[in-house]
């Protein structure tokens, strides 16, 4: 089985595919080549730092991973209100789901933060509002794969 982290950004993937923002299914993760044009408008999923507390004496421990996703559009006007709106559609959908994201967060999940990039500059302008998600979830340190 996955490491938990991975199951889930894999979550969230499936969560933002099945739910109808104008993404549509250009939801990608762990992806490190630039979009193209034909792949925007679209949701990028990365994993960020993660902490961990120890919870009892013995081996269970409470994690703090993040998840930013970067809801990412291309177009020579309006760019920002569009990633904004795109951003908002995402902000959305993820709050309208089980604070378990699925049952793999017992701790629950929530938006911790935004902010807007913008790169380019006319017909290549690009923006995103990338989100930060903070997933808590427990394990058996023994078993990083399997949530508590």
Known sequence: MAHVQQQIIEWF???LVGGSTAAGTSVFSDRLDPLTND???AAVI???DESVEPLTIGNEQLRSFEVNVASTVSQTAGYEAAARD???EVEKLLA???ATAGGLCSGGISLTGSRLQKAGEGETAVAAVVQTWLC???VAAHAPDIPL
């Open 96 to 98: 309208a789901q089980p």
């Open 13 to 15: 993937q499936t969560t």
């Open 39 to 41: 792949e925007l408008p």
């Open 136 to 138: 808590k979830y427990i």
């Open 86 to 88: 795109l951003g908002l």
């Open 46 to 48: 990365g994993g960020g």
